[in-house]
């Protein structure tokens, strides 16, 4: 029981990050309409800065995980204006930014890369909080505590963002047509400016905490985190904040369970088994809205 | 229905239109329509903006599913096919906005028009036999009569859309004629012409019925309806307005109301000023 | 003389590479031709590399004699895929393909009978570079026919409006399906050719890098134009070899970069019938001009 109840809160940790990551992803594709294969990388980078701050410039946790969060964040703005801006203008459709995201995920992971000499490097003892908690018998490490909290914070915050605010029904309008929402007040550039930055922003917070309880900082976390991300994303419902989080902790919760009590090797299966049944039977998820379609 | 001349009455239309409809959620585009177009008549559908005209035509060529009613084409039931095969029976048609193939030549269009007399298996072609080599060849042949059909043999290997509006409807026209069809539906094919390209028009739609094609034109140029068509339909609303020949249609106070408004109206005007 | 043979045997292996992409390259044109954007490319290799494998290590039989068998495996598998993707809307149908191939890597390392599973797959058995080359002539054969075929019109056709392509009688989840079965038989063979190139093969062998590069490999080379998915897997796979000599560890971002540049400047990609077309077009234009300039200088009607 007490190992359930230990994996239980594993698989609601490593969901945590899938959520997160998942949240910033599905910002993009649902009020942007692009599908960024460069996005992982934005969360690598993250956690390579945050580790840089805590190697290189000695910086304690608290100061290195916001100096992640906003190189996530301006990483996003800078991929979004050179890559996706000119194609904005041009009225490109989606194979036209996939492709362009394809070259930015490309540039990005292989500097990603070289910056950790091609290996997976981790965080030093000491550098993050390492306090273990207890739940009764079940040890609690302080990082996943952080990690679903951050979790919670970030989805009720968007949630707050993109549903009760006006930022968020600008953000709304923005995606769904530039120019109406341009006649009606609103400035796109900023909105997609500040979009793609909070979108990378909870990437790249999401890259941190997971380079950290992962043990793996390289390109290959983004990659995976992408992966994982994607599937909250589809199985939640994309255009659901709540959703994607929900679809995110299950995902992680699933992973962990089947790891444990079936094989190892089918983990990564079931995720993606849920993903490709939702993409045939119902693609707009669990929660996402019926009829939405992007052009 | 008054038939087109030399045609006797007892032929059965070639199509056959009966209480169709169409609804777009709250929207009724087309309601109870009822026609039918005998064979070999260039028959004209018209009626103000909205009327519900293309609509019929995307409901006739298969681009629409129909809620209710029938369509038969020489007999058989199409409302439930799909274009393709609507098309392969021998309905073609172009549109009220000319839409060729981007990136592809005159030839090339019409050439594509021409797939339902491909005449070679796939695997012919995979293997470049000489049989599938010929067969692309005839396609090229009668590619190039309909060019000549329609006066743009000169332009036949420059891309489509660098043609002039009235050169590229020529070209649709000469691409639906490639499936060989035995009705031709036009969406308003001088839409942007001047009086000159118009009356080409008219003139080409003669010739192709003259041929044994049976057309059904819609269109909003009064003095062409007159002069080329045998028979008219007109719509408001989605509904049947009026049908007969064009002059009495012309004549028929409904159309002349839903085209220019009625002089009770005009007199509640005049007494606003 | 030997520094030639040097050259040659250093070489060798990225013209192994380059011609093995072009397959790839090509499996992936052959549906986006005619209007879909698809990464099965990779499942379909994975399929034609790991079965074609298998029977080599089991029969012993000449690669050669099995090549076709990788091909039909694939064809046979895509064949199932158009089944169940067409349904869908293209982008869902893009997205479901990005899903199989995760899928694939899972099944891939949970049938290790066939797969060697997570250790791989070991294929002492080699192809020699001008057999590599001799399939790709007949590859670049099949799709020259194809072009200029009714197959090749009806496909450009339904790329650009499948509704007017259905109206002028082309089926178009006909010619989709007909497209997903090339794919599959190209995408096949070519899985097979990596695993005789590589001579190993493990789960991530088949994985989302193939089929990123390769839909990249496309555009850049020009997705309008079969030549273009040869290019773009050439300039794909040499470019970082070339780049090594200028800015070692820095050679993979090149490809990137380049694919960047073209995507601004050149979207439609390196090879762009349109845009030849329109530039003939410009000069049988701009001729005419001057033919009749002529004339009135010299006093002609």
């Given at each position: ?295 | ?248 249609c012309i004549a028929h106070p409904d159309v002349q109301a839903a085209y220019f408004g009625n002089t009770a109206d005009a007199e509640r005007i005049r007494a606003l000023r | 003389m030997q520094a030639l043979g040097d050259f040659w045997r250093a070489y060798q292996s990225t013209v192994a590479f380059a011609i093995v992409n072009a397959f790839f390259a090509l499996s992936t044109y052959a549906v986006l031709s005619a209007g879909i954007l698809s990464f099965a490319t ?128 082309i089926a178009p989840r006909r010619i989709q399906t007909i497209a997903f079965v090339i794919s599959g038989a190209v995408g096949g063979l070519g899985g097979m050719l990596l695993a005789l190139v590589l001579q190993f093969l493990s789960p991530d062998t088949y994985f989302v890098n193939i089929a990123f590069t390769m839909i990249a490999a496309v555009v850049l080379g020009g997705s309008y134009h079969w030549i273009g998915a040869i290019i773009g897997a050439a300039v ?66």
């Open positions: 029981m007490e190992l359930f109840l230990e994996q239980l809160i594993n698989g609601c940790a490593i969901g945590s990050l899938y959520a997160m990551f998942g949240l910033g992803f599905g910002i993009v594709f649902a009020t942007l309409g692009i599908l960024n294969a460069a996005h992982g990388s934005y969360a690598s980078w993250a956690a390579i800065a945050a580790l840089a701050a805590v190697e290189q410039l000695k910086l304690p946790f608290i100061v290195a995980l916001p100096i992640g969060v906003v190189a996530g964040g301006m990483l996003a703005v800078l991929v979004d204006q050179i890559a996706f801006q000119p194609l904005r203008r041009r009225g490109s459709e989606m194979l036209g930014a996939l492709i362009t995201s394809i070259a930015f995920w490309i540039i990005l992971d292989n500097l990603a890369g070289t910056a950790t000499g091609q290996q997976s490097l981790s965080f030093p003892r000491g550098s993050y909080p390492g306090t273990m908690f207890r739940l009764g018998d079940i040890p609690l490490p302080a990082m996943q505590v952080i990690t679903i909290a951050a979790m919670l914070i970030v989805t009720v915050s968007l949630h707050l963002l993109i549903r009760h605010s006006r930022f968020g029904a600008a953000m709304r309008a923005v995606g769904w047509n530039q120019t109406a929402a341009a006649l009606g007040g609103v400035n796109p550039r900023h909105v997609v400016i500040i979009t793609a930055f909070i979108a990378g922003a909870t990437s790249g917070l999401a890259g941190v905490l997971g380079g950290i309880t992962t043990q793996n900082v390289s390109f290959l976390l983004g990659e995976g985190l992408l992966l994982k991300g994607f599937a909250a994303v589809v199985v939640g419902g994309y255009d659901d904040v709540r959703g994607t989080a929900i679809a995110g902790v299950g995902l992680g919760i699933l992973e962990v369970m089947t790891s444990q009590y079936l094989s190892s090797g089918l983990r990564d299966g079931i995720t993606y088994a849920l993903l490709l049944s939702f993409l045939l039977l119902r693609p707009r998820g669990l929660f996402g809205s019926a009829g939405f379609s992007r052009a | 229905m008054t038939p087109a001349s030399g045609s006797t009455v007892a032929s059965p239309p070639l199509l056959d239109v009966a209480a169709i409809a169409k609804h777009f959620g709250g929207v009724t585009a087309v309601s109870d329509l009822s026609m039918q177009v005998r064979t070999g008549s260039v028959a004209g559908l018209m009626g103000p903006n909205g009327a519900g005209k293309t609509t019929l035509v995307n409901l006739i060529s298969g681009l629409l599913p129909s809620d209710s009613g029938t369509i038969r084409f020489a007999g058989v039931e199409i409302q439930r096919s799909p274009a393709y095969d609507i098309a392969s029976q021998g309905i073609a048609r172009t549109y009220q906005n000319v839409r060729l193939f981007s990136g592809m030549t005159v030839l090339e269009q019409v050439m594509a028009g021409c797939y339902v007399r491909r005449g070679a298996s796939l695997w012919a072609s995979f293997l470049g036999l000489p049989k599938a080599r010929a067969a692309y060849k005839a396609v090229e042949r009668h590619a190039r009569e309909l060019l000549e059909r329609v006066q743009l043999s000169a332009q036949a290997n420059l891309l489509a859309e660098t043609l002039s509006y009235g050169e590229q409807r020529r070209v649709e026209i000469a691409r639906a004629l490639g499936t060989s069809p035995r009705l031709l539906l036009l969406d308003e094919p001088t839409a942007g012409m001047n009086v000159q390209e118009s009356n080409e028009i008219g003139n080409l739609v003669h010739s192709l019925r003259d041929g044994g094609l049976t057309v059904l034109m819609v269109e909003h140029n009064v003095r062409l309806v007159k002069e080329f068509c045998d028979h008219v339909t007109v719509m408001n609303f989605g509904r049947l307005l009026a049908t007969g020949t064009p002059a009495e | 990779v499942t379909y290799a994975a399929m034609g590399g790991f079965v074609g494998a298998r029977l080599v290590l089991q029969s012993g039989l000449d690669p050669m004699l099995l090549l076709p068998a990788a091909a039909g495996a694939g064809a046979l598998l895509a064949y199932i895929v158009a089944l169940i993707f067409l349904r869908l809307e293209s982008h869902w149908m893009a997205l479901a393909s990005l899903a199989l191939i995760l899928i694939t890597r899972v099944v891939v390392i949970n049938v290790p009978s066939v797969t060697g599973g997570v250790n791989g797959l070991s294929l002492p058995v080699k192809l020699p570079l001008f057999v590599l080359a001799i399939l790709l002539a007949v590859a670049i054969a099949v799709f020259y026919r194809l072009s200029v075929s009714w197959f090749g019109i009806a496909s450009r056709a339904v790329r650009e409006d499948p509704a007017v392509a259905s109206s002028i009688g794909f796979t040499a470019l970082p070899v070339i780049a090594q000599a200028i800015v070692p560890h820095f050679q993979e971002v090149a490809n990137g970069i380049v694919l960047l540049l073209i995507m601004i400047f050149l979207p439609r990609g390196l090879i762009d019938p349109r845009a030849i077309r329109l530039r003939r077009a410009a000069h049988g234009a701009s001729a005419d001009a001057a033919r009749g300039a002529a004339r009135i200088v010299e006093g002609k009607p």
